[in-house]
């Protein structure tokens, strides 16, 4: 079975900080992760994907994730945060073995609060 | 940029109560999703569709749950006769290839609330 865990609720930054968004996952084989992140009354969107390559993934608004299969690891970051990027975000991952499914499972989600 | 919408946005509806919500997939895509989410809960997965019939179900969707896609356009989900339990925000969501990696693209959400 597959799992995500995002094991802080909310992250407080100041704008212009570095930020930092936590994500570790279970899988039996070889992972792909996803992260999404959701403005209030609104869907899920997107952000940025790993599959293979390298390590460092980039993505939308100045995103970039690190995965990390010793740790099972792919946080979130970005270098400079924006109050704009106020909102909540989703790791996902889907397992890549025949038998896994198609289906992506979601962890709790995070807050991220960007103070001026 | 094409966007997958739902409607209503907002349902509200008795306990015991059959109710559809409406979902309008990226045209070219072939994989087709519901999840929901429960205030203040994960995003839990309910359901995918491929090929005019259900792929994959969750524990969630049991009998009282149902999808179809009428037509070209439209991915419905039923629920027969609603509980409490069932308010929370469904999302529907597309993907366009049966590669793994192809990201989903959801909807904005119809919340439903039973009262």
């Known amino acids: 079975a597959q799992s995500v865990a995002q094991p802080e609720d909310q992250v407080n930054v100041a704008e212009g900080n570095p930020l930092t968004v936590k994500c570790t996952y279970s899988v039996s084989g070889n992972p792909y992760l996803f992260w999404y992140v959701q403005y209030p009354n609104r869907g899920l969107q997107f952000l940025l994907k790993?599959?293979?390559?390298?390590?460092l993934v980039k993505g939308s608004y100045g995103f970039e994730a690190e995965f990390n299969k010793s740790q099972t690891s792919f946080h979130l970051k970005k270098p400079s945060a924006l109050v704009s990027d106020s909102a909540l975000y989703f790791c996902a991952v889907r397992d890549t073995t025949n038998n896994a499914g198609n289906m992506l499972t979601f962890g709790g989600g995070t807050r991220l609060m960007v103070k001026p | 940029e094409p966007e997958v919408t739902q409607t209503p946005s907002h349902q509200v509806t008795q306990m015991g109560q059959e109710v559809i919500l409406r979902c309008v997939p990226i045209?070219?895509?072939?994989?087709f999703y519901w999840y929901r989410q429960i205030l203040g809960q994960k995003v839990e997965f309910l359901v995918s569709f491929y090929n005019n019939e259900i792929s994959e179900k969750s524990e969630i969707f049991d009998d009282q749950f149902s999808v179809e896609r009428p037509d070209g356009s439209n991915f419905t989900l039923k629920i027969r006769s609603t509980k409490l339990e069932d308010s929370a925000m469904y999302f529907c969501a597309s993907r366009v290839s049966f590669s793994y990696n192809s990201p989903l693209h959801f909807g904005n959400g119809t919340r439903l609330t039973v009262t």
């Open positions: 790993y599959i293979t390559g390298d390590n």
């Open positions: 045209s070219n895509h072939l994989y």
